[in-house]
């Protein structure tokens, strides 16, 4: 079965779709990205990292915190 924000862990979308929802919580992004509460609350005000409010509760998709980092790549120009 389906987890629901609000319920911690991981879960399938569908069995067919094999795509894995993992849900983390406010602390759970900081330890992942190593940032202060005020730039976590930053990054939701400019809508920098996607949530989900439940009862109060903010929620994260990894994916989403995964698509964010890889959608940020700085590539460095080469001095010629």
């Given at each position: 079965s389906n987890l629901?924000?609000?319920q911690k862990g991981k879960a399938f979308l569908s069995k067919e779709s094999k795509v894995e929802l993992i849900w983390l919580d406010n602390q759970d992004i900081k330890t992942l990205l190593h940032i202060s509460n005020r730039t976590l609350q930053k990054w939701r005000d400019e809508y920098i990292l996607p949530f989900y409010k439940v009862c109060g509760k903010i929620w994260?998709?990894?994916h989403e915190v995964d698509e964010l980092l890889l959608n940020s790549k700085v590539i460095p120009?080469?001095?010629q």
């Amino acid at each position: 079965s389906n987890l629901n924000p609000g319920q911690k862990g991981k879960a399938f979308l569908s069995k067919e779709s094999k795509v894995e929802l993992i849900w983390l919580d406010n602390q759970d992004i900081k330890t992942l990205l190593h940032i202060s509460n005020r730039t976590l609350q930053k990054w939701r005000d400019e809508y920098i990292l996607p949530f989900y409010k439940v009862c109060g509760k903010i929620w994260y998709l990894k994916h989403e915190v995964d698509e964010l980092l890889l959608n940020s790549k700085v590539i460095p120009k080469r001095n010629q």
